[in-house]
């Protein structure tokens, strides 16, 4: 071994650049240079053998293209339905589970754990199934124990959301109660006990103790959700078995991208329809962030 | 001590079995001179059809043997791939299926298949000239057809009895609207269903009056008298409840099969594919299915139209690519191939001579003739220059994008002005388009 | 006395509202799952014209799709095992590298380090689905396309992975580099002789959450993959899913079968998969 070498495997200063190589160099191939040509190929028209500079047109024609909007309006309120439901619903449940209030409480853990290991294939083709438009599926026939006709669950926008956000609340509640359990055991049982000889009662502990002590796992969860939601399209895919549903109930925004840059061949007029999604997330996260005092000075990391 | 080094090996180890697993070694001559393709297809029974032809082609050319080495995948999921392929000039298959709707995409700038005009020039005389025609652009044939898809009505007799209504006496679509009230208020069935998420039916009531989704010059024009006619008919079918939107929102969906197969509606006005699915999906109705041709909207109008279809292209990126050429070709236009393409898909074939073998027209063994009331070549050579063409032009994906998710549904099941509709959706359109 | 008797009834009434509560609750969430189950035992034809329903009829109660699911006719366990094998490939190429990079940015005081770390940071704030198309290419031209190189490489950088390694090693005594460079082991024989053994407890919280993502995949590998026999079980039951072919018995089963293994694994390692997925999450 020459010594050369030998003191660059001692080196103290070398070292974190060799720790960290790996990383530059996949960050390089696999993020800088697609984030760049999908910024180029936003201002092009792509075909076969021919390359045109387009300038801003494809952003011109995406305001006024309506698919598009219809697409901005389905993510953006799922994700807003998934934040409305699945904030509180799990929250309340993480506690509850908790507590002492039930018993059982692996076994109910567990059921509502299992449903997020469960393949979106699989959850959406289930959902898919039960909820079918003829008489003899599961949720027609609940209808028909009321008394109601059946109906043609996801072909309209009101039950078309509903059999969606069911199957997300039914694979989500799981993860987010788990985040929430994280968030209760960081709270210490001092304070409670505190509470109980100030004669707190259970509701009263829960809203001045457990509720803003929670705020950091909040904080996580709407994150991610906000994520989450703008990005979901394996779910709508599954629902309605392809990229096509009727009146678009389940286009998201990035279904019009595969739309557009896989399934039509316009991958300048779908790297456009990214980079709005992109700057869209962005916003959200940062003024979520900020909302929230992450960037706040002397804000420990904790 | 040792647990760091054992973990860098075992590390070393795992990815190098990660990259190794990398695609098969690509033989493309094997030595006893046997050409070996690559070819990627959306339809299970497709690929049953090659490989037959495979079989035969090897039997008549040991000389020129083929060896083809196909895959199925999901439809959509199949054309994504060979987009991609084509776009990175890299991975494409040699020889390929392409349905038509997605046909145009792979025509925007150059097309990257192989001009097959040529390699058709021996069977066009005997093959439905508008067919060739579909698959091609500025006069180039790029793809061969499997079929004619003439749109016929398919009538189930058992209702129609029960009724006492004679299809082989309506004519015009007002006669069949009669018929249906009649059907409606003795059985309490329906008379026919609507297609609400795809456009095979629309286009079979455009291509019955001439009309299409596009100008001559390929510019979308939906906002057209037939168009208007079309889906007017459809509505007041609807309205007047002997018709209702296809369980699944299109006839070629599980959930229709299964309604048809219980007997609950009385006809169907669709291409002639769907013979297969008949006879694959639907056996309760066997034996009870009459085909005859489709109503007229007018006197002396046409009663058919080409729908739906598949082409076969050869990409240009395939080796021996005139061997490629030659056989695909010969297996979907030659009297052989169209033979076999009846027997084995029970498809229409586009060679017409097959039609007037009557060794095949009236072949008691063969499975689609046992299964239908009526004999369907009885109905193809009688509305044979009937059959109208839809073309298939670059605009055409956008087209039946709108159709597909949002015009048929909202003017079927949410009471939409038809117009209205079709002016805005016109605007979006072109603007889409743009 | 008789106060704590009072209180003690009824936080038991309570309970037991509670309880009942959560036990409708668990059926409903359930009732996919036994849905499914059901049909399973069921002709595929009636699912398709049915849909998933709770009852089981008479005469419907067939074992085909099943024994067609071992019959080894089909591609499923080709599927499944691409599935485990490619699992565990890319976990194991991921967790190593990210611990690799983790190292580096705990350990060390660098220039531009904050620069760096910023960066780790921005992977999570972009979503991958918009560098999908430009990605493909990319792989495609590095001819990587069907193969599971080209799944693993792209995602190989998982940004809350790194932060996790990055806070578990933040967490260990210093004094342990200092006594290994007194010791004359290199800077990297300490992080492979002296950190990776110590970081087993990490590993194992890392597994359970990055396995689970690669498992579920969908969008990516659906992309990359093209033979049939290379699909993983995503990909391959959602080839299942078309109208040509009478694919639902396999697809049903086949879904049901694919709950199984997860649902053992959960049973066996139910503490693990709680601290495993909660630890993928940054704290606070």
């Known amino acids: 071994m020459s010594s050369r070498f030998k003191s660059f495997l001692y080196s103290q200063d070398k070292a974190p650049y060799v720790f960290i190589c790996p990383f530059v160099l996949l960050f390089v191939i696999f993020f800088v240079y697609p984030i760049i040509s999908t910024v180029i190929m936003s201002f092009e028209e792509i075909l076969p053998g021919q390359v045109e500079f387009l300038g801003l047109k494809n952003y011109e024609k995406l305001f006024s293209d309506r698919s598009f909007w219809i697409a901005i309006r389905n993510s953006v309120v799922y994700m807003v339905l998934t934040l409305i439901l699945l904030i509180p619903i799990p929250m309340v449940l993480a506690c509850i589970l908790d507590s002492k209030l039930v018993i059982g409480k692996g076994f109910f853990r567990g059921v509502f754990f299992v449903p997020v290991l469960t393949s979106v294939v ?155 999604l992109l700057v869209l997330a962005m916003i959200l996260n940062l003024s979520q962030l900020k909302v929230s005092g992450f960037f706040k000075k002397g804000d420990s990391i904790e | 001590m040792k647990r760091g080094r054992l973990f860098l090996v075992g590390l070393l180890m795992i990815v190098a079995m990660g990259f190794a697993y990398a695609g098969g070694a690509d033989e493309t001559t094997a030595a006893d001179g046997t050409t070996s393709f690559e070819l990627w297809t959306y339809v299970e029974a497709h690929s049953n059809f090659y490989k037959e032809m495979e079989n035969i082609w090897n039997e008549e050319n040991p000389d020129r043997k083929i060896s083809l080495n196909i895959t199925v995948l999901p439809n959509a999921d199949m054309h994504n791939k060979l987009q991609m392929s084509l776009q990175s000039g890299y991975g494409a298959p040699d020889i390929c299926d392409v349905h038509v709707n997605s046909f145009p995409n792979f025509m925007k700038g150059v097309p990257q298949f192989e001009d097959m005009t040529e390699a058709i020039a021996p069977y066009a005389a005997d093959c439905v000239p508008s067919r060739l025609e579909l698959y091609s652009k500025d006069g180039i044939n790029y793809g061969v057809p499997f079929h004619v898809g003439a749109c016929v009505m398919f009538y189930n007799t058992e209702i129609l009895e029960e009724a006492d209504i004679d299809y082989t006496t309506i004519d015009t679509w007002d006669e069949f609207i009669e018929a249906g009230l009649i059907v409606k208020e003795k059985t309490g069935k329906y008379m026919t269903t609507a297609e609400g998420t795809r456009v095979n039916m629309l286009s079979a009531f455009l291509g019955e009056q001439g009309g299409d989704f596009v100008d001559e010059n390929g510019v979308p024009n939906i906002v057209t008298e037939e168009m208007y006619n079309a889906l007017e008919m459809e509505k007041r079918m609807i309205d007047l409840g002997i018709s209702r939107v296809s369980p699944g929102g299109k006839p070629d969906s599980e959930e229709c099969y299964g309604w048809i197969n219980s007997g609950e509606v009385a006809s169907l006005a669709f291409p002639l594919w769907f013979m297969s699915r008949f006879v694959d999906y639907m056996p309760d109705v066997a034996g009870k299915i009459a085909i005859a041709p489709m109503p007229r909207f007018e006197e002396g109008q046409d009663r058919s139209a080409g729908v739906g279809g598949t082409a076969t292209v050869v990409i240009n990126t395939a080796h021996d690519k005139d061997l490629a050429k030659e056989f695909v070709a010969w297996a979907k236009l030659s009297v052989e191939g169209g033979t076999k393409i009846w027997e084995i898909l029970g498809f229409d074939p586009v060679n017409t001579k097959v039609w007037d073998d009557p060794a095949v027209t009236n072949d008691p063994d063969n499975k689609y003739l046992q299964y239908f009331v009526t004999n369907p070549f009885d109905t193809l050579r009688e509305i044979r220059d009937e059959v109208n063409i839809i073309r298939s032009v670059e605009a055409t994906p956008t087209i039946s994008n709108y159709f597909n998710n949002q015009i048929l549904l909202d003017v079927f099941e949410n009471d939409a002005d038809i117009m209205t509709t079709l002016e805005n959706a016109q605007e979006e359109i072109m603007n889409q388009l743009s | 006395m008789r106060n704590y008797n009072i209180y003690k009834i009824r936080h038991y009434s309570a309970v037991m509202i509670v309880t009942i509560l959560f036990i409708i609750l668990a059926f409903i969430f359930l009732v996919p799952f036994i849905s499914i189950a059901l049909s399973s035992f069921k002709p595929g034809r009636d699912i398709i014209r049915q849909g998933l329903n709770l009852t089981l009829e008479e005469g419907q109660f067939t074992l085909d799709n099943w024994k067609m699911l071992f019959s080894g006719e089909t591609m499923y366990f080709t599927w499944f095992f691409n599935s485990i094998g490619l699992t565990f490939v890319q976990v194991a190429v991921s967790l190593s590298i990210c611990m690799f990079v983790a190292y580096g940015f705990a350990m060390y005081e660098f220039r531009y380090k904050s620069f760096f770390f910023f960066l780790v940071l921005l ?142 694994l959960y049973i066996v390692f139910q503490k693990n998969f709680i601290s495993g997925m909660t630890s993928g999450s940054v704290k606070g």
């Not at chain 1, 399209?233 to 286009?251: A, K, V």
């Not at chain 3, 078309?242 to 694919?247: A, R, S, V």
């Not at chain 3, 089963?253 to 997860?262: N, V």
């Open chain 1, 122 to 276: 699989v959850a959406g083709t289930i959902f898919r199934l039960m909820f079918g438009e003829l008489p003899g599926s599961l949720m027609n026939r609940v209808l028909a124990f009321f008394g109601h006709e059946p109906i043609k669950w996801l072909f309209s926008y009101g039950t078309g959301y509903t059999a969606l956000l069911l199957l997300a609340v039914w694979r989500w509640t799981g993860m987010n109660i788990v985040y929430f359990f994280a968030g209760l055991n960081n709270i210490p049982t001092e304070l409670y006990e505190a509470a109980d000889i100030d004669g707190a009662k259970g509701l009263q502990k829960f809203r001045f103790i457990t509720l803003p002590l929670l705020k950091p796992s909040r904080t996580y969860v709407i994150t991610i959700s906000v994520f989450a939601g703008l990005r979901m399209f394996t779910e709508s895919y599954m629902l309605w078995s392809g990229n096509n549903s009727p009146h678009e109930i389940g286009l998201t925004i990035i279904g019009y991208l595969y739309r557009q840059g896989i399934e039509q061949n316009e991958m300048g007029y779908a790297s456009a329809v990214g980079l709005v």
């Open chain 3, 123 to 264: 992977i999570m704030m972009i979503p991958f689905e918009i560098i999908m198309l430009p990605l493909y290419k990319q792989v495609i031209s590095m001819r990587m396309i069907n193969t599971w190189a080209g799944i693993i490489l792209p995602f190989i950088i998982n940004a809350s992975t790194i932060f996790f390694f990055k806070q578990y090693f933040e967490g260990l005594p210093k004094s342990l580099l200092d006594a290994g460079r007194i010791d004359g082991v290199t800077e990297y024989g300490i992080f492979f002789r002296l950190i990776v053994p110590l970081s087993v407890p990490a590993v194992s919280a890392m597994c359970i959450s990055n396995g689970m993502r690669v498992w579920n995949n969908f969008l990516w590998p659906l992309m990359v993959l093209r033979d049939p026999d290379k699909f993983i079980l995503p990909i391959g039951l959602n080839t299942l899913i078309t109208p040509y072919g009478n694919n639902y018995d396999l697809l049903i089963a086949g879904s049901c079968f694919s709950i199984i293994p997860i649902l053992i």
